[in-house]
């Protein structure tokens, strides 16, 4: 289909911003830069939220494609070649008009800019680049800028244009090469890290500079990200964490989202998802993904080859600390900052509230909560100046029965989003959990 | 019990700390209040404090000395607070603040720190959320306009942020409630400004090419939403309702 040239840009948006939102990255995080006298902008290092959606994600970057035309067919996309819808392109002018005039009225926070792939990797990013140019130069604008790496563009180009960004990001799309293989065959692993490693060496490079160039730009200062799709393929949760775990790792990078599947084209090979997208399974991943990043969890402790996907009815944290209650009930007195964020219901800040307040004094049970503490979770794993709460039996079943009782209703809050239940005698509020695949084989011969 | 009362300012209320602890009461014989506010007491002598330069000074010079930078900014935002009994409240922190000195902020096991902490950080949350979810109309000059209406008075702890910002633009953040205005005029420095009058609103109305950019704006948003990931009450977590009157997309 061809590109309609006599669009309003209204209409362009709405097609443009359509195309872009299954792009979950949406943040404006990790680089801080103070405004300069005669530009417009600057950024700061948490980030800001703008607004939020009717679905509940933040809108903090003006999210769009440069053009929704595309030359690839990748099965779960909605601007696939083969998919016959509205096609728009931006222009240059047309972008860095938005973005300033939106970004004086503090509607967004910076540019997220994303693109299909119009005639060749290489014409895209330079499309691309030279947008990003005439903003940063002829507009003078200094906020936050994320920008796709385009795989498959020549190296020069995506080196050019990660001195222009604050953030890049290739996304990964499908854990592993088989998903990838059969989803998007134009698509494969290899190009797509190519060009997440050359965004590593160029970072990982300007940190070892001496001296760095203090008036010149620096190379992708905010890292770079990616995404990964939760759903569409049959990977399990175990092998999800494990590629995340490894990207972190090797690839040094800043995040990796998680985007529940949404079936937006009706093709054979896609699963079919009649409960709605996976948003529970994407929701446990994202909290073992903050395990992983902020807590010093690893990949295999939350899970293994034998206990392959997370528990439906208790959070990754949760789960880890049943199973393994011989290292409760810790002190709050005396055990160290890293024991104490495994305890569930402490994060990282009423850790460290903890450390910082326990130096001046005893710490008791009402003190830990007003330091934000979740209690309802954490009572059965702690003890203050020798003590418990009240007496609990260190028992799994016990403090699993007792957990539940909150945990269960908020699964079903997330599962079923505005739907209402008919009430049943029989029906006790029990989501009862998917049979695996060893259970459906003993089914079938008779071995339960 | 002798109960001092102040005005409603980090001045005023320093100035009713300086008096009160300088009446040698004793601290468990003496309270603070803001003027004008709620009932008057049974059993207890009223004074009056006045709010003179010197105090505020002496006052500000004393914790700086003893306790830090960062428990005076802690009393700065509390001072901004909502709350009635946020005179005393301070009162109680700098007791402990100056006995204590600028340790005194970890120790939230103690309750007059915790309750400052708490309205500090009460202050600093809806600051941070205005800075995010305050919107720029622009008048027909090119100036911008803001508009909030925060619990808190804390348009002056938003100023800084846009000072920085949008340093080569005009433009002013009102507080409705409050009638109060931050005004900022284009490579400038931020000036505090009272504007009792309806005029702005006037202006507002009549105002150049900000109508093409809000309707853009209300498109985008309506776009970016996934249908099949609706969640209304996460956005409501996120966004409270409070916050919409002010913010464009939803007008």
């Not at chain 1, 990207?247 to 990796?256: A, I, P």
């Not at chain 1, 330091?371 to 028992?395: E, I, N, Q, S, W």
């Not at chain 2, 002056?156 to 931050?182: G, Q, T």
Request: positive net charge; aromatic residues 10%; glycine residues 6%.
């Amino acid at each position: 289909m061809l590109i309609q040239q006599d669009m309003e840009l209204g209409e362009k948006l709405a097609i443009l911003a359509d195309a872009a939102k299954y792009d979950v990255a949406c943040t404006s995080s990790g680089v801080e830069r103070k405004g300069k006298p005669g530009q417009l902008g600057s950024t700061v290092a948490a980030g800001l939220c703008h607004s939020f959606a009717a679905d509940g994600r933040c809108i903090s970057l003006l999210k769009i494609l440069y053009t929704n035309q595309c030359v690839y067919d990748c099965r779960y996309c909605i601007n696939r070649r083969s998919n016959d819808v509205p096609r728009a392109a931006f222009t240059a002018d047309e972008i860095c008009r938005l973005t300033m005039e939106f970004y004086r009225r503090n509607y967004i926070e910076g540019l997220f800019l994303s693109s299909g792939i119009l005639h060749s990797p290489d014409y895209t990013m330079d499309l691309l680049y030279q947008t990003l140019w005439k903003l940063r130069f002829e507009c003078g604008f200094n906020g936050y800028i994320h920008m796709k790496a385009i795989p498959g563009a020549d190296p020069e180009l995506i080196r050019r244009a990660g001195f222009l960004a604050d953030r890049m990001s290739v996304n990964l799309e499908l854990p592993t090469a088989e998903g990838l293989r059969t989803l998007a065959p134009s698509k494969d692993r290899k190009r797509i890290l190519t060009p997440m490693r050359q965004i590593q060496r160029g970072i990982e490079a300007q940190r070892q500079e001496l001296v760095p160039y203090r008036q010149g730009r620096r190379f992708v200062p905010a890292g770079q990200s990616t995404q990964m799709i939760v759903g569409a393929t049959p990977e399990n949760d175990y092998q999800m964490l494990t590629v995340a775990e490894a990207l972190y790792r090797n690839y040094g990078l800043k995040r990796v989202f998680y985007s529940a599947f949404v079936r937006v084209n009706d093709d054979s090979l896609l699963p079919a998802l009649p409960g709605g997208p996976p948003l529970l399974r994407e929701h446990r991943l994202y909290q073992a993904d903050w395990l992983l990043r902020f807590y010093g969890f690893g990949a295999g402790e939350l899970l293994s080859e034998r206990q392959p996907n997370f528990n439906i009815f208790l959070d990754p944290k949760c789960d880890w600390a049943l199973r393994h209650l011989e290292l409760f009930p810790v002190e709050v007195q005396t055990a160290d900052y890293n024991t104490l964020l495994r305890v569930p219901g402490v994060g990282v800040r009423s850790a460290k509230r903890i450390v910082a307040a326990r130096r001046s004094g005893r710490l008791d049970f009402p003190d830990l909560k007003r330091m934000g503490v979740v209690l309802k979770r954490a009572v059965y794993f702690l003890t203050c100046g020798g003590r418990m709460m009240y007496p609990v039996r260190m028992d799994r079943d016990f403090i699993t029965a007792q957990l539940l009782g909150e945990e269960k209703r908020r699964v079903w809050d997330i599962g079923r989003q505005d739907s209402f239940r008919q009430m049943s005698m029989f029906d006790d509020g029990m989501l009862s959990p998917v049979p695996s695949g060893e259970d459906r084989r003993s089914a079938v011969w008779g071995e339960l | 019990m002798v109960i001092f009362t102040c005005e409603d300012s980090l001045e005023g209320i320093l100035c009713g700390v300086y008096d009160a602890w300088m009446s040698r009461l004793g601290h468990a014989n003496v309270r603070l209040e803001l003027q004008e506010r709620g009932n008057l007491r049974m059993f207890s002598e009223y004074r009056q404090t006045a709010k003179e330069d010197w105090k505020t000074e002496k006052v500000i010079d004393t914790i700086r000395r003893k306790a830090g930078q960062e428990v005076y900014e802690q009393v700065f935002h509390a001072s901004l607070s909502r709350e009635e009994e946020k005179a005393d409240r301070i009162y109680r922190f700098l007791i402990c603040a100056l006995h204590l000195g600028p340790a005194v902020t970890d120790m939230l096991q103690i309750p007059a720190v915790y309750e400052l902490f708490r309205m500090n950080r009460n202050v600093t949350r809806e600051a941070m959320h205005l800075i995010e979810f305050i919107r720029f109309s622009q008048l027909r000059e090119g100036a911008l306009f803001g508009v909030v209406g925060p619990e808190n008075d804390v348009i002056l702890l938003m100023a800084p942020h846009f000072a920085d910002r949008l340093n080569a633009e005009n433009w002013i953040i009102y507080d409705e409630k409050r009638n109060k205005a931050v005004v900022h005029p284009a490579g400038g420095e931020c000036a505090l400004v009272r504007l009792p009058d309806e005029k702005w609103r006037e202006r507002l109305t009549e105002s150049g090419d900000q109508e093409e950019f809000e309707r853009l704006w209300k498109t985008f948003h309506t776009h970016i939403a996934i249908r099949e990931r609706t969640n209304r009450a996460c956005q409501m977590t996120h966004l409270p309702l409070r916050f919409r009157p002010y913010m464009t997309e939803f007008q």
